[in-house]
């Protein structure tokens, strides 16, 4: 069952915000709406894009942690209805023995099951949630400059539109216009690795149902699931430099499989025969992540999600993380006396987490670190992890939860 609702009616303490632009309709943005208005803010999503059928190219999975963060917001009914739930990892030798089957996350609740889906449907489901909640996203709002004021934030767009709030969130992703204005030194660096995804309804490789298979051996990482109605969502990982722009823009899914299959063929066959048998549907993106330790913010505008702490994929994190920080935030705009005690409170809980995923990840997408996992299973302790229950707990007073130095 989902949580009691506990929105608007929930009293808050006098911060002065109350109204907040977002900028981005992604995943982070479009949850920190949906968080945001549960905390009574007046809140609407400004996304570049104009329509919400954007990509549904590559797929993910969320975590524990990001589907716990969704049910805060009473909002896994949306993200269950798409996807398939995955509850067990297997992991294989290159030649197809098993090595391991471990359970994955908390797999006893259906509401916090890791969740395996395309991006896209993601985007899709939670604009859908946030529409529903009578939040305005209005899409082919592409932000060009941010003004802050003493008493406001402004907004403007390419159109050459403006729009006026107390606060202005930066979740327009791995690129922010929102970064260029507070950081602009920072920029993202290329992790190591180019990442393949396809998808296939003749792959030879069938698992466990509900279950996520990695593969040892091989030039990075290969990993596959297979959808309740037989579709083996695979990725693989390949350490090496970035692929330029233009060859990815050109490539063609038959390309990326003859690169990839004898790659592949002589330390994972079981591997490369799940590629070999893919025939039209490839993608492939390089590895990227923002330097840990840029500002992430001013007096009235903060980065949250990718925008802020964008890590490479190793440690499939990065969605998840991104609906810790709606949680966190409006919890932190709800709870505390003032803009600049909500930001900082914010920041001081979410910054040590976010960036020890950046660089666990990074160090396992650069081959500098083996994950310390049993077998390939249960991630690694995260900062955070001990209390992530009582701090997503959308009753729960964060403002106890600061570090002592801040209390
Ligand atoms: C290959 C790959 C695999 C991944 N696998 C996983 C995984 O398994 N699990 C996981 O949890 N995470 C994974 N991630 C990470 C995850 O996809 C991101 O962390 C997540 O999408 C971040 O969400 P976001 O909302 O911060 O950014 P985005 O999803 O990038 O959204 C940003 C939004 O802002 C909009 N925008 C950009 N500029 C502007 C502008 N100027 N004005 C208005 N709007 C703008 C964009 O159109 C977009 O809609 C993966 C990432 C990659 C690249």
Known sequence: MEPRPRGPDRERTGCD?????????????????????????????????????????????????????????????????????????RVLDGAGAQVAHVPLGEAADPRL???????????????????????????????????????????????GSTATGDMLVGADGLNSTVREAIAPATRPVHAGQQVFYGYTR?????????????VR???????????????????ARVSGDPLPMDEITRGTPAGWRDLLVPLLREDAPVAADVVAATTDAIMVTNATELPPGAPWRTARTLLIGDAAHAASPATGQGASMALEDAVVLAKSLRDAPDIETALSCYESLRRPRTEHNTTVSGNISRGTHTPSRPAGGASPPRPGDDDLARLLEWDSDIMAMRPAHQG
């Open 113 to 159: 099951r890791y969740r395996c889906l395309r991006r896209g449907e993601l985007n899709t489901a939670l604009q859908a949630e946030a529409a529903r909640r009578g939040i305005d996203i209005r899409h082919g709002a592409r932000l060009a400059a941010v003004e802050d004021g003493p008493d406001g934030v402004t907004a403007h767009f390419a159109d």
């Open 217 to 235: 051996g091989g030039p990075g990482g290969f990993g596959c699931a297979v959808s309740p109605d037989g579709e083996t969502y695979w990725f």
């Open 202 to 214: 003749a792959a030879p490789l069938p698992g466990p149902d509900a279950s996520i298979t990695m």
């Open 17 to 89: 915000v109350t109204r907040v632009l977002v900028i981005g309709g992604g995943i982070a943005g479009t949850a920190a709406a949906v968080a945001l208005r549960k905390a009574g803010i007046d809140v609407a999503v400004y996304e570049a894009h104009p329509d919400s059928a954007e990509d549904i190219g590559a797929f993910l999975t969320l975590a524990s942690n990001g589907m716990r963060a969704l049910a805060q917001l009473g909002a896994s009914a949306a993200v269950t209805a798409i996807g398939f739930p995955l509850t067990s990892m």
